[in-house]
């Protein structure tokens, strides 16, 4: 719900995040870590999704033991639009898109969880990425009971 929050320590400052805003960072993370080829079958939402035991058998054949890591790599930029349409398909709520969710980014933005990759007269697509740590994401879907390692590909 939209008034879960938690008290989180970034850099010593205490923090509070609403549950639509820890989705959406989930979903920036998952945006910034996974290639946007593995969406179709780590993110479908329709008839045709998969299980969870079939998405870790799909990632296994799609990414060999010998690939980077892209943890290690470091996050790579994604557009708005793909990282909503991951915020939907991790979201069990029906939300139709609002100014809500966008102010979600904005916020993360601010706090320095994202950050925006193009220019900010952008407006149709802008880009972001990820720059909270794999470590703080993963508290972050823990209070939420959200499994990150099921959604990313480098595992």
């Given at each position: ?27 920036g993370f ?81 706090l320095r ?43």
């Amino acid at each position: 719900s939209l008034s879960l929050s938690l008290s989180l320590s970034l850099s010593g400052k205490p923090m509070e995040m609403a549950g639509h805003a820890k989705l959406m960072l989930i979903a920036g993370f998952l945006a910034s870590y996974n290639p946007s080829s593995a969406d179709s079958q780590l993110f479908t939402k329709t008839g045709t999704r998969l299980s969870k035991h079939q998405r870790h058998a799909a990632k296994m054949k799609m990414f060999k033991k010998g690939d980077d890591n892209q943890l290690l790599e470091g996050p790579r930029s994604f557009p708005l639009h793909r990282l909503m349409a991951i915020f939907y398909s991790i979201n069990e709520d029906c939300l139709a898109p609002n100014a809500h969710l966008f102010s979600q980014v904005a916020s993360l933005v601010s706090l320095r969880l994202l950050s925006q990759e193009s220019d900010s007269d952008l407006l149709d697509d802008p880009h972001f990425m990820c720059i909270a740590s794999h470590e703080f994401v993963q508290d972050i879907a823990r209070t939420i009971d959200f499994d990150l390692s099921v959604y990313l590909s480098t595992y």
